[in-house]
């Protein structure tokens, strides 16, 4: 397995282009399903989840043609030959993003049938909202041998959905699944966030009818079919907000390039409180640490608009060199404070009771070898390796790729000391 090795204590300086959005880009994919015409994605990043929706889709029957090989790429997707409903074991069990396939399939075709996705590092992470929406539209849905074999008689009809809790994945199944349903869909209480608008005015751009975009409240009018169209998709929040940390917590002045203010307005306020400067610029944000010490703030994580459970870990981080206590809150996932252990092997001084976490800021992180065990919980060793004195090595570096695009050549660029240990290349020392 590749490693990442870091040297830190260098201030982070110069620009960073924000790819675009892995969690807009997984559902607009999703939504070729929807219609036999050409889908055309641009500003897709290119990303180990991304390929494995690819193949995904790939396997149902969709034709995928992949345009350039660096940010800004396009991906054209035509879903005119389906020839498997079947969302197997292996593809869901690596990534849940791909129960989205069910709404679509199933409002198409009249039949569905997918893994359920299983266990997740971060908690238990049902699907039931997603099943009992799709229930309250018609369908029928069983749980035969791990798999959710659903079908609907004729085709699925319209109906007023109050969802118990905001799940962005429920939202954007049923959103697709709406858009070809007979008459109107009413989703209440649905998420808010930018990359669930973002399939929306895909959709729209595609024939659907819905209002409401941006609030709790989707109002969808099914039609008999939707057309292709190109869409681009929006810049990565959670990416920005990550370098964001990594700039504040080096003391170093940053540019994000891509990225709008509007799209993280809850992280800008929290990075703001803690005494980092984020400015608009033409071309995106400028981050820069002050020289001063990060202040010490209190986080709690919730749905949009609130502060987004995607980047609790790389604040953890951040902060556990600030002046003072935090206290951080994670109300979305239970189990989501796997990155703590590790970030202790580096020095910070963090208690975690049941869902919050007392973070003691201190003086100096020092290098370990550390190990990534999820997405976002990978990108706090990051940062924190970037502040770190000495060398760092983080293990299991796949979680890192599911998420963020040639993150060594972005550090690189603005003077970090990163470099990539491929699997091979420590194999070949070993041997020698
Ligand atoms: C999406 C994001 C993920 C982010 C999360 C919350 C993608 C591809 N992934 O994940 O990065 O961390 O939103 O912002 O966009 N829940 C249920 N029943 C359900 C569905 C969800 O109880 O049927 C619960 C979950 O266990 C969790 C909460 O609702 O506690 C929110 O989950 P949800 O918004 O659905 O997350 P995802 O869509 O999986």
Do not use: W
């Amino acid at each position: 397995m590749d490693k990442i090795r870091i040297v830190g204590g260098t201030p982070l300086r110069g620009v960073i282009p924000i790819s675009g959005a892995k969690n807009a880009a997984l559902p607009l994919m999703a939504a070729c399903l929807l219609t036999d015409d050409k889908l055309t994605l641009c500003n897709m990043p290119y990303l180990a989840d991304i390929v494995t929706m690819a193949n995904l889709l790939a396997q149902h029957g969709v034709d995928l043609n992949i345009d350039g090989i660096h940010q800004g790429r396009a991906i054209t997707l035509c879903a005119g030959h389906i020839h498997n409903l079947t969302a197997p074991y292996e593809v869901v069990r690596t990534m849940r993003a791909s129960v989205l396939v069910l709404g679509p399939l199933l409002a198409r075709f009249g039949a569905a049938r997918v893994s359920l996705p299983g266990g997740c590092a971060i908690g238990t992470r049902p699907i039931d909202l997603h099943l009992k929406a799709l229930e309250q539209m018609g369908a029928e849905i069983e749980l035969i041998d791990g798999y959710i074999n659903a079908k609907v008689p004729h085709r699925l009809k319209g109906t007023d959905i109050q969802f118990e809790k905001v799940s962005v994945g429920a939202t954007e199944n049923i959103l697709m699944a709406a858009c070809l349903a007979e008459g109107e869909t009413i989703l209440r209480n649905a998420a808010q966030e930018p990359e669930v608008a973002d399939l929306a005015y895909c959709l729209q751009a595609m024939g659907a009818k819905i209002e409401g975009i941006g609030t709790s409240e989707l109002r969808i009018q099914g039609v008999n079919s939707l057309h292709g169209c190109t869409y681009t998709v929006i810049a990565d929040r959670i990416e920005a907000g990550s370098f964001a940390a990594a700039a504040a917590i080096t003391g170093g002045d940053v540019e994000l390039v891509g990225i709008r203010a509007s799209l993280m307005q809850s992280v800008i306020e929290k990075f703001a409180e803690a005494g980092i400067g984020i400015t608009e610029t033409e071309r995106g944000l400028r981050v820069v640490g002050t020289g001063r010490k990060i202040q010490g703030i209190d986080i709690m994580t919730a749905p949009y608009p609130g502060f987004p459970t995607d980047m609790q870990a790389q604040m953890m981080a951040m902060l556990s060199m600030a002046e003072g206590a935090s206290m951080v809150t994670e109300t979305i996932f239970e189990n989501r404070y796997m990155h703590v252990p590790e970030l202790i092997r580096m020095g910070t001084n963090i208690n975690v009771h049941g869902s919050s976490a007392m973070i003691r800021g201190v003086s100096s992180l020092r290098g370990a070898e550390v190990m990534a065990t999820d997405l976002r919980a990978s990108l706090s060793l990051v940062i924190a390796a970037l502040a770190a004195e000495g060398e760092t090595i983080i293990h299991r570096v796949y979680h890192l790729d599911r998420g963020y695009e040639r993150l060594e050549e972005k550090l690189a660029a603005c003077g970090a000391t990163i470099e990539r240990i491929s699997e091979r290349a420590t194999a070949k020392a070993e041997a020698a």
